[in-house]
Antibody, heavy 119, light 108 residues
Framework: QVQLQESGPGLVKPSGTLSLTCAVS?????????WSWVRQPPGKGLEWIGE???????NYNPSLRSRVTISVDKSKNQFSLKLSSVTAADTAVYYC????????????WGQGTLVTVSS | QSALTQPASVSGSPGQSITISCTGT?????????VSWYQQHPGKAPKLMIY???KRPSGVSNRFSGSKSGNTASLTISGLQAEDEADYYC????????FGGGTKLTVL
């Protein structure tokens, strides 16, 4: 059973950089899946942020592309998210998830972690 | 504004059937059968309910079904139960990967 666990600071200052890591267990990050980040502002809907393949190939949401970097560490079986120049609008629960790119679905999700942008 | 349009809310009584729509365009939903659906209870991570338009993952009740007509994908829940009350999201390619705006299902 694949499990994903997000970790990182729960509070980030405005204009700073949000950094999160997703540890994958029960499966290899070098599988044929892509690994994604999804966020959900309080009381609002889901937003796809971007994804990475174990080779390092990435795809990003066009609306966030200028501020997002997703990277992978195969030796630690984990991948990471960096979002720069954050504002209060970036306050959200951030989820990591495994994506089947062939049939376009997320089959495993982390529990989510709340990141608040505030001074 | 999401590129995939869902009704903000739907409701139904126990035992009834409801349908949630997810409308895209001929370039995305209309061209591919790659819509997936997710159920999300408050404070929980989303759960995959339907993929490839109409397929159910192992463990998902057969009360949940998916279909597509033209540019609109649909999720139907039959025999509505109290535990079905949740938010539901569709997901597809629409230029980029995108979720629908979400639909709150209320079981009366």
């Amino acid at each position: 059973q694949v499990q994903l666990q997000e970790s990182g600071p729960g509070l980030v200052k405005p204009s700073g950089t949000l950094s999160l890591t997703c540890a994958v267990s029960g499966g290899s990050i070098s599988s044929s899946n892509w690994w994604s980040w999804v966020r959900q502002p309080p009381g609002k809907g889901l937003e796809w942020i971007g994804e990475i393949f174990h080779s390092g190939s990435t795809n990003y949401n066009p609306s966030l592309r200028s501020r997002v970097t997703i990277s992978v560490d195969k030796s630690k079986n984990q991948f990471s998210l960096k979002l720069s120049s954050v504002t209060a609008a970036d306050t959200a629960v951030y989820y990591c998830a495994r994506h089947d790119d062939l049939w376009n679905f997320f089959d495993y999700w982390g529990q989510g972690t709340l990141v608040t942008v505030s001074s | 504004q999401s590129a995939l349009t869902q009704p903000a809310s739907v409701s139904g009584s126990p035992g009834q059937s409801i349908t949630i729509s997810c409308t895209g365009t001929s370039s995305d939903v209309g061209s591919y059968n790659l819509v997936s659906w997710y159920q999300q209870h408050p404070g929980k991570a989303p759960k995959l309910m339907i993929y490839e338009g109409s397929k159910r993952p192992s463990g998902v009740s057969n009360r949940f079904s998916g279909s597509k007509s033209g540019n609109t994908a649909s999720l139907t829940i039959s025999g509505l139960q109290a535990e079905d009350e949740a938010d539901y999201y569709c997901f597809s390619y629409a230029g980029s990967k995108v979720f629908g705006g979400g639909t709150k299902l209320t079981v009366l």
